[in-house]
């Protein structure tokens, strides 16, 4: 219970990396509020949590929203009184080769995985600020420390997070707040689903081939779950994490070591 008393936000928490977060510092005795467009995943998620004796509270945010987000601040502290932790989990992704890249798709996919993570983490910084106390995690990836044929606007955005996380935590470190990152790799998600179908097309492979192919690169022999990313995250809002600002971790089972 390392995080009793503590009130998260965990942000597209209804499925996949959010959902096992929401889980994991649950487990550890945070509060949870689970900021997602899908309310039946959102509630499922929500459900789950109240079974681990912990409150969860949905809230249907767009991210992409300032006014929503700033919404979604408030109504945390008029029913909790505070924000310890903000995981900005919220991601899409798109796959194209560079030529056919357009900027409809380019502003979508920079929108939700960096905008909103440095809008998100503005919106809850002078509660934290107030508090003398917070932690921010976001979700970047092995992509944002690599280059990719098919996935440039998402690779972008993921770097984006890490020149984020790292300018935010110069900035208020003295505020006692600590930013931190994750890079996951090979996740079994919904966005794997999407990536192993049409970057698999693009190399004219099936889904299945695609996988067994990134699988065979994984030095510890196995795609990533949710719960290998959670449990670094749950370490990362943790007071074992005390000294731990600017740091870009990876999850990827040996792929990425950078």
Known sequence: MELKDHVAIITGAGRGIGRATAL???RMGADIV?????GAGGERTAAEVKALGRQAS???IDVTSRAELRTMVERT???FGRIDILVNNAGIYRAAVPLEITEEHWDAVMNVNAKAVFFASQAVLPTMIAQKAGTIISLASMAGKVGSRGN???NASKAAV???TKSL??????????????CP???ETDMWTAVSRDLGAMAGLSPEDFTRQRLAQVPLGRLERPEDVASVIGFLASSRAAYMTGQAINVTGGLVMF
């Open 162 to 164: 890490i020149s984020i």
């Open 24 to 26: 994991e510092l649950a």
């Open 169 to 182: 935590a110069l900035a208020h470190a003295g505020d006692g707040i600590r930013v931190n990152c994750v």
């Open 58 to 60: 949905v809230l249907p």
């Open 185 to 187: 790799g090979f996740v």
């Open 152 to 154: 440039l606007p998402y």
């Open 77 to 79: 502290r008029a029913e």
């Open 34 to 38: 689970i900021a997602e467009l899908d």
